[in-house]
């Protein structure tokens, strides 16, 4: 019989990796999505429809502690991974309350469900908790590690705070098999468009055909640690086949400004960011988080992961994803042949 997972936040950049990635190993993958007005499975499309589907899609909510009991009786899950959250930084700050019910209280709820069904049937579920390097937010020491004391700058770094040591918790006090890991910023031609990231590089392609004229952001000298999603769910997978659970940072452990990141994606376009990006204050955070590098060297050595895409190609992966999507704009908007095929 094969493993079987669960995923919440499985039609999301990391889920769909994270899916394709279990299937891949032979796992029965089962992912929980909201109902909500719009279906936004766009990223696991090709997971779920065709001769043989190989994602079981079941509706939920972290909201709903009693459903998640009965979806993880029904499912019996020899591992969850939990990657639902309100995950947007800067909408923390509009919807504090949101933020904390899902962010942190639902990886209560879910904890305390899969104790439920443990504790019924005797059989070990091991977790994973996504925690997040906004957890450390005005650092107190650089780079940050495993050890390094948090300092959150917002409710959504907050709310991360609570579920990464209500997981700890729930691992002391009942034994079970749940790891955090503490992933620094990590990116990929699915990342949601108003990541700034992708809005770089969505708003510099759409340029380069003309669809756009300027690009406008916040604070371009904020620096942090980016990698390539894909990489990254391959350590979540890894810290639940170890014997003990424990608490890992994911990190490329290279630091790159806003700036930085304009720079080469216009660049990769044969443009120079300065002509097109321009600051709107609106963008900036009420409370800045100015430096976030990570240290995976505990992650490195003990559980032998080590990310195979370099920034570069991070940066050239996403520029071809969304100058592809252009593409495709131009053609509709009746953008003329030589201009697109310039780009």
């Known amino acids: 019989m094969p493993k079987r997972a669960l995923i919440t936040g499985v039609t999301g950049q990391d889920g769909s990796y994270l899916a394709e990635l279990l299937i891949e190993k032979g796992y029965e993958v089962h992912g929980l999505r909201r109902r909500s007005s719009t279906f936004g499975t766009e990223r696991v499309e090709h997971l779920i429809f065709g001769e043989s589907p190989s994602l079981h899609l079941h509706y939920g909510d972290l909201s709903d502690g009693n459903g998640l009991v009965r979806l993880i009786r029904e499912i019996r899950p020899h591992e969850v991974y939990n990657l639902a959250a309100q995950s947007h930084v800067r909408v923390s700050f509009d919807q504090p309350a949101y933020t904390a019910d899902t962010t942190a209280v639902g990886v209560l709820r879910l904890l305390e469900a899969i104790r439920d069904v443990q504790d019924d049937t005797g059989d070990q579920i091991r977790f994973y908790q996504a925690s997040s390097s906004e957890m450390f937010g005005k650092v107190v020491e650089t780079p940050q590690k495993e050890t390094t004391p948090f300092y959150p700058r917002s409710p959504y770094g907050v709310a991360k705070v609570y579920g990464h040591w209500i997981t700890v918790n729930y691992r002391e006090s009942y034994g079970l098999h749940a790891s955090c890991g503490i992933l620094f910023n990590h990116e990929s031609p699915r990342r949601g468009e108003t990541f700034v990231t992708r809005k770089i590089t969505r708003a510099a392609t759409r340029i380069k055909l003309g669809l756009q004229q300027k690009l406008y952001l916040g604070n371009l000298d904020a ?121």
């Open 223 to 343: 620096q942090r640690d980016w990698g390539f999603a894909g990489d990254y769910v391959e350590a979540m997978w890894l810290m639940l086949q170890q014997d003990e659970p424990d608490d890992y940072v994911i990190a490329m452990n290279e630091l790159y400004s806003v700036r930085d990141f304009c720079e080469k994606t216009f660049g990769r376009l044969g443009l120079d960011y300065s002509d097109f990006v321009e600051i709107d204050p609106r963008y900036y955070r009420p409370a800045e988080v100015d430096l976030l590098l990570g240290d995976s060297t505990k992650a490195r050595t003990r559980l032998g992961w080590t990310p195979r895409t370099s920034f570069e190609q991070l940066v050239d992966m996403m520029v071809e994803g969304d100058l592809e999507l252009a593409r495709q704009e131009a053609l509709i908007k009746g953008v003329p042949a030589a201009a697109r095929k310039a780009a």
